[in-house]
């Protein structure tokens, strides 16, 4: 089991930039990758960015590619997605998931998810 624990969003205006963070506890040394997600209001949950943990490969959303980073601090267990030049079109519950085995990023389903994190984009 994997606990995954999201640090607060924030509401922030458009141009903004806003970090986002995820710690890891539990059983951590089967980590494979770990990525976020996002889910606005009466739409699905969609794939964001993905940091592989063994190699540091990122994968990113073609929509965040150049304004968002995800990146990892290994010693920490911790994962954090730095956003830029955000638009309130980014609004949404932001999930951070953990894939605990190989796994094929990011189409295969995550194993284990946060309780999720609000980012308020606004214009």
């Known amino acids: 089991q994997v606990r995954l624990v999201e640090t607060e969003g924030g509401s922030v205006q458009a141009g903004d930039s806003l970090r986002v963070s995820c710690a890891a506890s539990?059983?951590?040394?089967?980590?494979?990758?770990m990525g976020w997600f996002r889910q606005a209001p009466g739409k699905e949950r969609q794939f964001v960015a993905a940091i592989n943990w063994i190699d540091s490969h990122t994968e990113y959303a073609d929509s965040v590619k150049g304004r968002f980073t995800v990146s990892r601090d290994g010693a920490k267990n911790l994962m954090n997605l730095q956003m830029t030049s955000l638009k309130p079109e980014v609004t949404a519950v932001y999930y951070c998931g953990v894939w605990g085995r190989i796994a094929i990023l990011p189409v295969t389903p995550a194993d284990y998810w946060g309780q999720g994190t609000q980012v308020t984009v606004s214009s």
């Open positions: 539990g059983r951590t040394a089967g980590i494979f990758a």
